[in-house]
T-cell receptor, first 115, second 107 residues
Framework: ETGVTQTPRHLVMGMTNKKSLKCEQHLGHNAMYWYKQSAKKPLELMFV???????ENNSVPSRFSPECPNSSHLFLHLHTLQPEDSALYLC??????????????FGPGTRLTVL | RKEVEQDPGPFNVPEGATVAFNCTYSNSASQSFFWYRQDCRKEPKLLMSVYSSGNEDGRFTAQLNRASQYISLLIRDSKLSDSATYLC????????FGAGTTVTVRA
């Protein structure tokens, strides 16, 4: 496995379900990110983890719960989502140095549909 | 005002043509700038960073105008494979993405 992988690639869930998205990076990076991409809208940064510590939470609703057990793995736990949460969820990683944002490498994304 | 704004396009150009488009940003203290490329139903990938003096990578030229707070991307001798959405990314202590400019190169 190389680069950034995400599973599942597609997910359909009801509003009462609980599911988790998984991201794994094989690049030795120290920072990982979750983004939401809705149609015709800019990528929205949701969470940032640097050295496994959450450094940013962009006012994301609590129905989205991130988990970063180590610098290579990132999860996004989902519960009681709304139909407007349907989107492409992208994970990315980068090697951060002194707070400077460097090139981010993205995973292929999880296409989420909430019914 | 949006943090990063792009003309959504689409820019429809014939092969071999030159196409250029801009991206404006609102925070004058922004530190660094990037162009990413995103193909349909794929993830974004870095195309090039944008340096203060402007930079070129093959057929692609990026420029930064701090006074007017915009960056530009110019594609020369367009290829069919250049068809994609180009995302402007601005770092002002957080990464802000534009919604993208769609370019379609036709044969």
């Amino acid at each position: 496995e190389t680069g950034v992988t995400q599973t599942p690639r597609h997910l359909v869930m009801g509003m009462t379900n609980k599911k988790s998205l998984k991201c794994e990076q094989h690049l030795g990076h120290n920072a990982m990110y979750w983004y939401k991409q809705s149609a015709k809208k800019p990528l929205e940064l949701m969470f940032v983890y640097n050295f496994k510590e959450q450094t940013e939470n962009n006012s994301v609703p609590s129905r989205f719960s991130p988990e970063c057990p180590n610098s290579s793995h990132l999860f996004l736990h989902l519960h009681t989502l709304q139909p407007e949460d349907s989107a492409l969820y992208l994970c990315a990683s980068s090697q951060e140095t002194s707070g400077v944002y460097n090139e981010q490498f993205f995973g292929p994304g999880t296409r989420l549909t909430v019914l | 005002r949006k943090e990063v704004e792009q003309d959504p396009g689409p820019f429809n150009v014939p092969e071999g043509a030159t196409v250029a488009f801009n991206c404006t940003y609102s925070n004058s203290a922004s530190q660094s700038f990037f162009w990413y490329r995103q193909d349909c139903r794929k993830e974004p990938k870095l195309l090039m960073s944008v340096y203060s003096s402007g930079n070129e990578d093959g057929r692609f030229t990026a420029q930064l105008n701090r006074a007017s707070q915009y960056i530009s991307l110019l594609i020369r001798d367009s290829k069919l494979s250049d068809s994609a959405t180009y995302l402007c990314v601005v770092n002002d202590y957080k990464l802000s993405f534009g919604a993208g400019t769609t370019v379609t190169v036709r044969a």
